[in-house]
């Protein structure tokens, strides 16, 4: 009896207290939150969906339109499609799973867990998350494969690369504008608990109104911790914004590369040399293991009157830059920090 009391409440109430959790983040202005309370009922919210195995029908979107046949951009471990949907234009994200189909369902299963908490948020800064869709292609055996898609708002101007190379004339009060956008953008994240992971100019989007959306938020570590997708060498990878800690753990006595709040706060320092430069960092190093050697050797990239077409950053900014991709992680300040120097 006890058994089965427990199973019925278990199936009664667990749905229950969903519902109230789900009501409770939508009420909550993160803003006003504790540091990390949004964060910790989020997170808390999506443990309870995940072990009832109950998600949103929202989060599976049956209305977009694409042609997954042409991408208009490939990058390491998914393909962009553009399509449309009765909102609008949208961006749709499909990853290339490689594993078994026991292990393409398991990062199907977790993907959906992160996707309960990408849709909660809520920032002008953050580029939102609309849901998922599914498609569907033959592999070489002519078996059927159900590939995930991740679908988001469209960026106008494309991300923050491609807007540096095809707008001229950025002048530094708006390359500040900017990084200020990002900077508070990376703290709201930090605010829900979220690390990046994977900060730089590809995955930060810029709509038509200039204003710098962060994507691809926490996938880095959904990769690392389902290696089940099929990688493609020739796009650039993550390196050039990678801190040190995590290319070589063992140098700092660390036991995994992980990131962190702190590397995210590095790789933001790297993203402070694009903006400036329209240039990854090292650029003039065509080797990755050249890349890492140097920055393991304490070296940074340098501002040069030749790479800052738009001019030099200020002597302040300048500092902050070389605080945030200090060499040991615990010298670095944390992001909020980061934005009251920017605000100042």
Not at 236 to 251: F, Q, V
């Given at each position: ?26 009420h909550v202005d993160s803003s006003l939150a504790e540091p990390n309370l949004w964060g910790n009922a ?34 390491h471990y998914a393909d962009v499609f553009k399509g449309h949907s009765a909102d609008g234009d949208v ?254």
């Amino acid at each position: 009896m006890d058994s089965e009391t427990g199973n019925t409440t278990h199936k009664y109430a667990g749905p229950a207290l969903l519902r109230q959790l789900q009501a409770k983040i939508y009420h909550v202005d993160s803003s006003l939150a504790e540091p990390n309370l949004w964060g910790n009922a989020l997170r808390l919210y999506q443990r309870v969906a995940s072990e009832l195995d109950r998600y949103p029908r929202a989060l599976v979107l049956n209305d977009v339109e694409t042609d997954l046949a042409n991408p208009i951009f490939d990058g390491h471990y998914a393909d962009v499609f553009k399509g449309h949907s009765a909102d609008g234009d949208v961006a749709v994200k499909r990853f290339r799973l490689a594993g078994t189909s026991k292990q393409n369902l398991d990062f199907s299963k977790a993907l959906l867990a992160e996707a309960l908490v990408w849709r909660h948020l809520d920032h002008a800064n953050i580029l939102p998350f609309l849901g998922l869709m599914t498609s569907s292609e033959q592999d070489e055996h002519h078996a059927e494969l159900s590939l995930l898609c991740m679908v988001t708002p469209w960026a106008q101007n494309g991300n923050l690369r491609r807007y540096l190379d095809a707008t001229e004339g950025i002048s530094l009060s708006e390359k500040h504008s900017l990084i200020l956008g990002i900077a508070e953008g990376l703290a709201y994240l930090h605010d829900a608990g979220i690390i990046h992971g994977d900060l730089r100019g590809v995955n930060i989007m810029v709509d038509a109104n200039s204003c710098p959306r962060l994507g691809d938020y926490g996938l880095s570590q959904l990769v690392e911790a389902w290696p089940v997708l099929a990688s493609r060498k020739k796009a650039e990878g993550p390196t050039r914004w990678t801190a040190p800690e995590l290319l070589s753990p063992e140098h700092f006595d660390r036991e995994s590369s992980e990131p962190t709040y702190a590397s995210d706060v590095y790789a933001f320092a790297c993203v402070c040399y694009e903006v400036y430069t329209s240039q990854s960092p090292f650029h003039a190093l065509k080797r990755e293991a050249s890349v890492i050697f140097r920055v393991l050797d304490s070296k940074r990239p340098e501002f040069t009157v030749e790479d800052c077409a738009g001019g030099l950053p200020p002597q302040a900014m300048q500092e902050l830059i070389r605080r945030s991709w200090d060499q040991m992680p615990d010298n670095r300040p944390q992001i909020h920090e980061v934005l009251r120097r920017l605000k100042q």
